[in-house]
């Protein structure tokens, strides 16, 4: 390049006369705007679009900032520049600062989640693994905060570039929110609207801190291990059924796995003597309908009596009821003396209070209990 060409470009491009930045993209967030060695000319004019704010910096300072407007750059529009520079009386020579464009339109469907597994504790299934991920939308509230606490001296930054940093801001705070909120690991996942809620509260001030406005926060999915699922699932089940048919429900199916099992004649025995089982089962759940059915027994099949139940017994002490006991605690009450002879004590299927002398199986109790004279011949 020759000298007059030299010359040539430094006279188009040092005296600027019109400032402004036409976005041509969809992520750019800061723009600074270029022109030769930073100086522009008194009186040039500033132009800021909607979803714009202009920012002019001098020697890495904030000067002033401009919200959407036209503006004829002079000492009554640059305030803090002209006190930054000494301009006491004005000025009539180009003046060098540098100028930032700033994108202040809503940035949405920014994507967040969990690098790593969230441990939490659960009191029934002690420490879980947990992720999460989801959206978030922002915009800069504070154009002057936002250069010179993030952008610095990078002439165009991205939202690619910030949201690096956004995104670990989020999985921190969120790791804390969730941690505090002390939930059962299953409502985690069912409560994201209101768990989306309050992370957004917490994490605000964090972003209004270097001029970012946090505007929407979403949980799109809480996710566990699958093994811990199935467990979650099995647990709600059993808390929902009664224990008492949900164990007869599980036996009636073991049965029917073992009675489709080939194994020979063993296997079909088994089969045929379960299936017995089960008929009685099912006809002793079916017996409070109907009435009752009959057990129907094979020839040459043996079915066991049912287990014999313990016997219960309630005493009066004192004019109140006490108990169930065992007839083992029963007679060690008598022993200590908490309970004699004329204490009234009731078992299911007597029609009333007898007195501990007059119940058959307790007479033991009374001790000296001699057999019978044996009949004459």
């Known amino acids: 390049m020759d000298i007059f060409s030299k010359i040539k470009e430094k006279l188009t491009h040092e005296f600027i006369d019109i400032i402004e930045w036409l976005d041509y993209t969809d992520d750019t967030i800061a723009h600074r705007f270029e022109r030769y060695q930073n100086e522009i000319k ?24 401009f919200k959407p407007g036209t503006y004829d750059l ?21 003046f060098k600062a540098e100028v930032y464009f700033v994108n202040t339109h809503l940035f949405t469907d920014e994507k967040w989640g969990t690098k790593s597994p969230i441990t939490l504790s659960d009191d029934r299934f002690g ?28 002439n165009n930054f991205t939202n690619f570039e910030i949201n690096e940093h956004l995104k670990s801001l989020i999985a921190t705070r969120f790791t804390d929110t969730v941690g505090e909120a002390n939930l059962p690991i299953e409502l985690y996942a069912a409560n994201t609207s ?6 957004q509260d917490v994490m605000k001030p964090e972003f209004l801190s270097v001029g970012i406005s946090l505007e929407k926060f979403y949980i799109e999915n809480v996710s ?60 002793g759940m079916m017996s409070p309908q ?62 009333a209070w007898t007195a501990l002398k007059d119940v058959e199986e307790l007479k033991s109790f009374l001790g000296g209990n001699t057999p019978p004279p044996l009949p004459n011949n």
């Open 290 to 351: 109907m009435g009752g059915v009959q057990q129907i027994q094979q020839p040459g099949v043996t079915v066991p009596p049912p287990m014999p139940t313990a016997v219960q017994y309630f005493y009066a002490s004192n004019g109140t009821q006490q108990g169930p006991v065992s007839f083992e605690q029963l007679q060690a009450l008598f022993a200590g003396r908490t309970v004699n002879r004329d204490s009234l004590v009731w078992k299911q299927g007597m029609a």
């Open 74 to 94: 002079t000492t009554q529009n640059l305030p803090i520049l002209a006190t930054l520079k000494g301009w006491k009386y004005g000025f009539n020579s180009p």
């Open 194 to 199: 209101e768990l989306s809620e309050t992370c």
């Open 127 to 154: 420490l879980v693994e947990i992720r999460a991920f989801g959206t978030y939308a922002f915009k800069i509230s504070d154009a002057g905060k936002f250069i010179t606490d993030i952008v610095g001296t990078d």
């Open 224 to 283: 566990m291990p699958e093994d811990l699922k199935k467990e979650i699932f099995e647990y709600s089940r059993i808390d929902k059924l009664d224990l008492d048919k949900l164990t007869k429900f599980k036996t009636a199916k073991a049965i029917e796995a073992a009675a489709k099992n080939e194994g020979g004649t063993a296997g079909a025995g088994m089969g045929m003597g379960m299936g017995f089982v089960l008929a009685q089962q099912m006809g």
């Open 42 to 65: 008194n009186g040039a004019k500033l132009i800021v679009r909607e979803g714009q704010t202009a920012v002019f910096i001098n020697e890495g300072q904030l000067a002033d900032v």
